[in-house]
């Protein structure tokens, strides 16, 4: 398929190759929209298929960055970041370099941050090229490694939906199943031990596994098994794409809330999650932690203040629950709508939130 005809017609406002032969560099920015501010993101650095393979992922991830800025109530449009190769072997400060030159071509129109496969080491490379870019050390004035701020709001969003399930915001006692225990997922398994939660977690990474063992308790399984696990929150903290035709039918769990970017493989899987009872709660809600931590880098920096602001998740995930009851959509439709909302009144307003 060309170029032209994967962009489609999903409105993205413009898509960015970035090349840099010496270093190895081949990167895309989506700029979905700049409705309610610069678009914001991370850059992904991962061992695609192919360049279709990459250019798909960054229009899917751009895009669930606007509804999620917008949802969380950010003045912050959306925008994602890929760089195409194994980071393991392709990363170089150079390639960083080429990288921040690239991201300083476009103006401020997409501020960076850091993803899977990048660290906030690299985004200072990156700092050295351009201002463009977020999420640097808290020593230089940033706000630092967003996975605290993601993990705390999946926990938040799993106290949201525990009160509207069984109205108790209290998780003692509650069992979760988190697959993937990387800097998210282990962060949250943190989090959760200590409100008394039990722990079954899954990674590809038996270092990992271990790690979350030894530390909380965690019993391991295998990753074919852990959607399967019964219990109250099955959590994706890996890649996309875990709730799907496959999964779905096996889960048993009574509510989804993982930090992972589009998790529903197809738009009709948040559906065959409602027939079977799985409560689903919108990913781009919960997993905002990271951007709202950026956020709070506006006029000072502290964790007080980005805690604060990310317990807000809470109340914008009741919210769309709410409004998935009162308009009897899906969970992820009444986000959409939650976010589509914002954007249209500033885009009636010329722009800006
Ligand atoms: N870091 C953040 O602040 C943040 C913010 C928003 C969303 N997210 C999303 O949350 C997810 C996790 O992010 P992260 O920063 O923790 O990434 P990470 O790379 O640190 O962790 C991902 C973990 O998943 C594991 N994994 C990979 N494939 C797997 C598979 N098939 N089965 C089981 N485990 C697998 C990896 O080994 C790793 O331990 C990603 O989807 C990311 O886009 C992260």
């Not at 060309?2 to 970035?18: C, K, N, Q």
């Not at 895309?28 to 991370?42: D, K, N």
């Not at 203040?305 to 709410?322: P, Q």
């Amino acid at each position: 398929m060309g170029v032209f005809e994967t962009i489609g017609t999903d409105a993205h406002e413009s898509v960015h190759f970035g090349e840099d032969t010496a270093s190895g560099l081949k990167a895309i920015v989506a700029i979905h929209s700049t409705v309610l501010g610069p678009s914001l993101g991370g850059t992904r650095f991962y061992p695609y298929a192919d360049e279709q393979a990459a250019l798909v992922d960054v229009l899917r991830l751009s895009q669930a960055m606007t509804y999620k800025a917008a949802a969380a109530g950010l003045a912050q449009g959306g925008g994602k970041a890929v760089i195409i190769g194994d980071p393991t072997h392709l990363r170089s400060d150079d390639l960083f370099r080429a990288y921040g030159r690239f991201i300083n071509g476009l103006a401020g129109r997409y501020i960076t941050a850091e993803d899977v496969g990048t660290t906030v080491a690299d985004m200072e490379i990156v700092a050295s090229e351009t201002s463009f870019v977020s999420g640097l050390p808290v020593t230089d004035g940033g706000s630092g490694d967003p996975s605290p701020a993601t993990a705390m709001g999946v926990a938040a969003s799993m106290r949201a939906v525990s009160s509207y399930l069984w109205g108790m915001d209290n998780l003692n006692g509650r069992k979760v199943a988190i697959k993937g225990v990387g800097k998210v997922g282990m962060e949250l398994a943190g989090v959760l031990a200590a409100q008394g939660v039990e722990l079954v977690v899954a990674d590809v990474n038996s270092e990992a596994t271990d790690a979350a063992s030894t530390a909380f308790g965690a019993k391991v399984v295998s990753i074919e098994d852990i959607h399967t696990i019964e219990c109250d929150f099955f959590s994706p903290c890996a890649l996309g794409g875990d709730l799907n035709g496959a999964t779905i039918p096996q889960m048993s769990c009574a509510a989804v809330v993982g930090s992972a970017n589009n998790q529903l493989a197809a738009e009709g899987d948040a559906n065959r999650l409602a027939e079977r009872g799985i409560l689903y709660a919108p990913d781009f809600v919960v997993n905002a932690g990271g951007i709202i931590n950026i956020a709070a880098e506006a006029d000072g920096y502290s964790i007080e203040k980005a805690d604060r602001m990310v317990e807000s998740i809470y109340d914008n995930l009741s919210k769309v629950l709410r409004t998935s009851d009162s308009l009897g959509v899906s969970t992820d439709d009444a986000a959409k709508h939650v976010a589509e909302t914002r954007i249209s009144e500033a885009t009636k307003r010329g722009g800006q939130s």
